[in-house]
């Protein structure tokens, strides 16, 4: 549902596939901002990492925007609102592009799993990559290898929203997806 970008280092716009899956049946899967996204062949575009992406050396970076047509992935926000009422969710409706960050930076993001190792305390430090959903998991690597995209600097946690109350720190909790939690990292691609 949601990407706090920290600090980033290049933010490039890239149009977004439409086309037909590769496997044949539907439309790519929608991307959330926070999702990974994947440089399709020949100049069709970026679409979120999925089972059709292959070899995860295929990621280019995180999705900015989201490109939908049932809710809202805004941080902090309810799933019924949109910015733009005409573009119906799609933040990419007016120009066919997303926002993708790339080269590194600093992020939080509640679009990540738990599934497998938990992405706790202990964890922090820990390589992560991008599983088949488009979303950050544990590398069990040791040493960053092909498939490392970011590297966990603060465990699965609420995030402050910057509204006062009394939530945490002061702060009301931003909410989203996966419980309302967040992990922060840094991307290493």
Known sequence: MA?????????A?????????????????????????????????????DATAGAVTKVLGVAGDTKSSTASSMPGVKTGWQNRVSDGFN????????????????????????????????????????????????DHATVKSTSTVAMLTRAAGVYPSGVPGTDINGDMALGGDNANTYIEFKMLI
């Open 3 to 11: 990407l706090v970008e920290k600090y980033h280092v290049v933010a």
């Open 13 to 49: 716009m890239y149009p977004v596939d439409n086309t037909t899956s590769v496997s044949g049946g539907s439309a790519p899967a929608d991307i959330k901002e926070g999702q990974w996204v994947f440089l399709g062949t020949g100049v069709l575009g970026v679409r979120r990492v």
């Open 91 to 138: 933040e990419t409706k007016a120009s066919a592009k997303i926002t993708v960050y790339y080269g590194g930076g600093e992020f939080a993001t509640d679009q990540f799993t738990n599934a497998g190792t938990a992405l706790n305390a202990a964890a922090v430090g820990s390589y992560l990559k991008v599983n088949t959903d488009g979303v950050l998991a544990f």
